[in-house]
């Protein structure tokens, strides 16, 4: 029997920033499996909320379960089930593709390292390029490093915020087979974007956030590009001019 535990579930998450609210009680559960595409315009909360998510960021109010546990009450084991990628690479110029991986392996405890870590290079092809400084890769040789580290400790929950920007074609495609390949595994998936045009065919949890709230979630068995429009404009309102 599957289990009815939400993999998430977030209650009454709010944030604020001085008097500027970001986050005004955002409430959702996803269930386990579930491809979640969180879509908003710039400032609709969506970063915010992925921060707090990957416990790098304090909610001002509000609180998340995963698997059914306050993610507060042990953060550091928290942590291990859940991979993050944003922006930022989190990656170490002066240290070779191998030695980031190794130092991140580390701080997650990952068994069967060196299998790990040859396995993750060889997916994102640079398993030729292991010995040699990040501060000499182009940004796209960056991104896909930064994939290959998000995926070392084997989450069951990734966090991608706006994962498609900066990517190369090359790094686009591993990044969708990966997710693809993510959801095969039964594990979870959450992804901002404020790209209506998302061709992600694995999507089956749609969240659109305004304003910091929750203003539409919906699930279907499956999501076409032309429906994540659709949801949009039917739950967002046009700005005023």
């Not at 974007?193 to 089956?204: A, E, F, I, Q, S």
Request: net charge neutral; glycine share 6%.
């Amino acid at each position: 029997m599957p289990d009815s535990t939400p993999h998430l579930e977030l209650f009454d998450i709010r944030k604020n920033f001085g008097l500027v609210a970001a986050l005004n009680g955002v409430r959702c559960s996803i269930a386990h499996r579930d491809v979640v595409a969180l879509f908003g315009r710039n400032g609709a909360g969506k970063t915010t909320l992925l921060k707090i998510l990957a416990l790098l960021m304090r909610p001002t109010d509000g609180h998340f379960q995963l698997e059914g546990v306050d993610a507060r009450r042990d953060a550091a084991d928290t942590r291990r089930h859940i991979g993050f990628i944003s922006h930022a690479t989190y990656l170490y110029s002066d240290l070779t593709a191998l030695e980031n991986l190794k130092f991140f392996g580390a701080l997650y405890d990952v068994p069967h390292l060196e299998e790990r870590i040859a396995q993750s290079l060889r997916d994102v092809q640079l398993w030729d390029r292991r010995h040699e400084r990040v501060r000499g890769f182009s940004r796209g040789m960056q991104q896909r490093l930064s994939l290959a580290r998000t995926f070392l400790h084997d989450p069951s929950l990734l966090l991608l915020d706006e994962p498609y920007t900066g990517l190369d074609p090359i790094a686009s495609g591993m990044l969708d087979r990966l997710i693809e390949r993510f959801h095969r595994e039964g594990r979870t998936v959450v992804l901002t974007t404020h790209n209506l045009d998302l061709r992600l065919p694995v999507v089956n949890h749609a969240v659109v956030l305004e304003k910091g709230l929750v203003a539409c979630d919906e699930r279907r068995s499956r999501f076409a590009s032309k429906d994540f429009e659709e949801l949009f404009k039917e739950h967002v309102k046009e700005r005023a001019e």
